[in-house]
């Protein structure tokens, strides 16, 4: 399950196509369609690279009118979906913006 102390990122063998300025999602393996309203297609294309939830929330709050506690809990009903049909993954470490220094 998913939390908002997950790291989350989209599963790279699906295929994202932008028409209209609407963005459809292809499985190939299943070789399923699914089209995305604008929030989860702004949070689509945060997911391209591996990110906390919290970290999705906060932007998703910022860029649309909606409280955090709805944010919270449309974002992991999203993503727990989104996962069960594996669009996404969940786990694994958000890349640091610090580099580490070796000793």
Do not use: C
């Amino acid at each position: 399950m998913i939390t908002l102390s997950s790291v989350v990122r989209q599963n790279q063998k699906i295929i994202t196509k932008v028409v209209g300025g609407k963005v459809y999602l292809l499985d190939p393996e299943t070789v399923t369609v699914r089209t995305l309203n604008s929030v989860a297609g702004y949070l689509w294309q945060l997911l391209k690279k591996p990110v906390s939830v919290r970290a999705l929330v906060s932007r998703i709050t910022e860029e649309f009118d909606v409280e955090t506690k709805t944010a919270k809990s449309d974002i992991l009903e999203f993503l727990n979906h989104y996962r069960d049909h594996d669009l996404i993954r969940a786990g694994g470490r958000r890349p640091s913006s610090k580099k580490r220094r070796r000793s």
